[in-house]
Structure formats: C-alpha cells, structure tokens
C-alpha cells in the first residue's frame, strides 16, 4: 500500500494568514493527489484534484502544488470559514490511502 | 445536481451485521466506481472497497476481506455495504463516494453496542 504522511497534525493561524500543508507519498503516485476539508459532522468536501486542479466552485484562496511523492495545500490568505480538518488522499492505486490529517485552528 | 442519498443511523449489538445503501441521482450509475470509506469517531479516513455498478465486481481492502460484501441494484442505482461480524471498532461513520468526479454521500452512523 502507498503511505501518505500528511503535516502538521495541527496548527493555529489567525484571519489573513498564508497557510500550507505537505503530504508525502511513500512511492510515486503520478499526480494521482486531491485534497479535502471537512467540518464536523460533514462529509469531506473536494478542493483539489489532479494535484493543482481547483474543484468548481471552491475559492481562488485554496492551492495546490507538487509532483512524485511531494505535495502541497496553500491557503492564500485565511478565511473563518476555512477552520477544518484537511486530508490529503492518493487515488494511484486501491487502496486510496488518506494522509493522518491537519486541523486548523484559530489563533 | 448529483446526489449520493445513503441510508438512516443504525445501531447493532456485537457479531451483527449492517447493510448501508447509497441512492445515486444525477448521472449515470454506471459511469463511476463506488468507494466506501468509513471514519471512527474522532478518527481519519479509512478506505474499505470498491464496486464497479456496471459489473458488479468488486475489491475490498485487506482489512475487510471475509467480512465485508458490496453490492448494486442498477435498477435502482443504488449500492449497497453489509459489514458482518460486526465489534465496538466498528463505530463510525460509513461514507460512500464516487470515483472520478469524488461525489459524497453525507454519510451513516453506525453503532455497535451491547
């Protein structure tokens, strides 16, 4: 199985600020990478695809980047509706492998 | 607009068994691999398998083999997830999830309990 290693676990950040969050696959998963926020009580939510794709209808302030086994998350500049857990997940192979997670709190 | 429409709570004693259905609309069933992902409580995110609506073929992961079965009703395009053999771990919330376009279910709670 592809491991997906995902930091910080958790981090706090205030309004406005440029926040960022790696995921690394333990093999090459060809871009193979989305990216989700989820609210308590909700279903994980798309924001990224394909490593650096925005998903329709998500905000311009949500970013991704990275190739091979390095990926990245930016938040631009942070909203109060962005306080979420964030997963990365790779769709490479089955089984879809999620990296542990990164909640965002306020500061 | 596509929805993934899955099925009410449930609570089962230990060594039971659980069938979660997942209700597509908005396209076409056969288009996309249905996921299921399950999160315990406080938990991350866990993949336990796969079906292909059009075959009906399936992969689970390793962790489920034995004692999980999915299943599909085109006429109805709906999937379904039974988990037997069912223990406290087992709580959580079961997600269903299209491949492709990654549309959600919002997802069911199940509880076992004794």
């Known amino acids: 199985d592809i491991q997906m290693t995902q930091s910080p676990s958790s981090l706090s950040a205030s309004v406005g600020d440029r926040v960022t969050i790696t995921c690394r696959a333990s093999?090459?998963?060809?871009?193979?990478l989305s990216w989700f926020q989820q609210k308590p009580g909700k279903a994980p939510k798309l924001l990224i695809y394909g490593a650096s794709s925005l998903q329709s209808g998500v905000p311009s302030r949500f970013g991704g980047s990275g190739s091979g086994t390095d990926f990245t998350l930016t938040i631009s500049s942070l909203q109060p509706e962005d306080f979420a857990t964030y997963y990365c997940r790779q769709s490479y192979v089955t089984p879809w492998m999620f990296g542990q997670g990164t909640k965002v709190e306020i500061k | 607009q596509v929805q993934l429409v899955q099925s009410e709570a449930e609570v089962r004693r230990p060594g039971a068994s659980v069938r979660v259905s997942c209700r597509t609309s908005?396209?076409?069933?056969?288009?996309?691999?249905l996921h299921w992902v399950r999160q315990a409580p406080g938990q991350g995110l866990e993949w336990m398998g796969w079906?292909?609506?059009?075959?009906?073929?399936?992969k689970y992961g390793e962790r489920f083999q034995g004692r999980v079965t999915m299943t599909r009703d085109t006429s109805i395009s709906t999937a379904y997830m039974e988990l037997g053999g069912l223990k406290s771990d087992d709580t959580a919330i079961y997600y269903c999830a299209t491949s492709g376009a990654d549309y959600w279910g919002q997802g069911t709670l199940v509880t076992v309990s004794s």
């Open positions: 093999q090459d998963i060809s871009g193979h």
């Open positions: 908005g396209y076409t069933f056969t288009d996309y691999f």
């Open positions: 079906i292909n609506p059009d075959t009906g073929g399936t």
